[in-house]
């Protein structure tokens, strides 16, 4: 089952991802826009039918009606959803596993920055698409739900195996590592990790994927102990 996963930068800090299988049939998680998922759909000559979407903010859903429009695609997005997200046609749930073609994701409902916040999870190649929940070295901000929803939003992420790859809606890991490194200055591994992304950062590579077994290690908001701790470091990180 070997699946390859295109990473399509996207409007200012966003990032689209082709989750591809042999046969070059596609999936386009949160097409932020068309045009950049277009240029590489047609460079890589695949076949995109599918398009998932983690959540209905604009730079998550902007492309849905044009790659529909031009390749037919079909959309999944969560249920209670489905006014807000354009185009939807397959409705999906918690827990429910999404299967179709060789693509087999577990939907894990996580909400906090939405109410309607999904992540998919791609058991069988061990990836998580966790859209603007969990960051690299940060979190989601809160828009619609609750500190205790994001808590333990996060926790259902932290509890899938370690080695995980986690891909993250933006760009943003060197400004969280900015946060993280000043509230948790001794973390050995946050340091290591913090010299890895310099260095993908300067031949202007993506910090994406990273794993969960480093988000647990040095992830400031994974870290806190309860949601007290959690929900003090989210405010502060709103005005950092
Ligand atoms: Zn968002
Ligand atoms: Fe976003």
């Given at each position: ?25 596609a ?43 031009k ?14 997200i ?12 999404w ?32 859209g ?17 929803e ?89 005005n950092?």
């Amino acid at each position: 089952n070997n699946m390859i996963v295109e990473i399509i930068p996207c409007l200012q800090d966003n990032y689209s991802y082709l989750i591809i299988d042999k046969n070059n049939n596609a999936c386009v998680i949160d097409p932020s826009e068309a045009k950049p998922v277009i240029d590489l759909v047609e460079r890589k000559k695949i076949n995109l039918k599918y398009i998932l979407n983690t959540h209905h903010h604009y730079d998550h859903i902007g492309g849905n009606e044009e790659l529909k429009k031009k390749y037919s695609s079909i959309v999944v997005g969560y249920k209670d959803d489905a006014e807000r997200i354009p185009g939807i046609n397959v409705l999906v749930e918690n827990n429910q596993v999404w299967k179709s073609d060789n693509f087999e994701a577990k939907i894990i409902h996580i909400p906090g920055h939405t109410t309607g916040h999904i992540s998919f999870h791609f058991f069988n190649e061990k990836l998580i698409f966790t859209g603007d929940t969990l960051f690299s070295l940060g979190c989601g901000k809160i828009f619609e739900g609750t500190y205790q929803e994001m808590f333990e939003s996060l926790n259902k992420i932290k509890s899938l195996p370690a080695d995980t790859k986690i891909y993250c809606g933006h760009e943003y890991t060197l400004q969280n590592s900015k946060f993280c490194i000043k509230h948790d200055p001794e973390n050995t591994n946050l340091q290591n990790k913090m010299l890895e992304i310099a260095k993908k950062l300067e031949k202007a590579q993506p910090t994406i994927p990273s794993t969960l077994k480093d988000e647990i290690e040095c992830n400031i908001f994974l870290r806190a102990k309860n949601v007290e701790s959690f929900s003090k470091l989210r405010d502060l990180k709103d005005n950092f």
